[in-house]
């Protein structure tokens, strides 16, 4: 986890995501569900199998 100022953290997580089960847009739903904790969602790279 990064702290980039100001009380703000960057957690960068690294995943493989099986398409005909879970698509992306499903698991950016549950991480943004937890508003409390999580601003956003921002997909860095993406290789769908």
Do not use: H, P, R, W
């Not at 991480?31 to 921002?42: E, L, P």
């Amino acid at each position: 986890m990064n702290a980039l100022g100001y009380g703000v953290k960057n957690l960068q997580i690294d995943c493989v995501v099986e398409d005909d089960k879970v698509g992306t847009e499903l698991l950016e739903e549950a991480i943004t569900a937890f508003q409390k904790y999580v601003q956003s969602v921002d997909v860095a790279a993406c290789k769908k199998i």
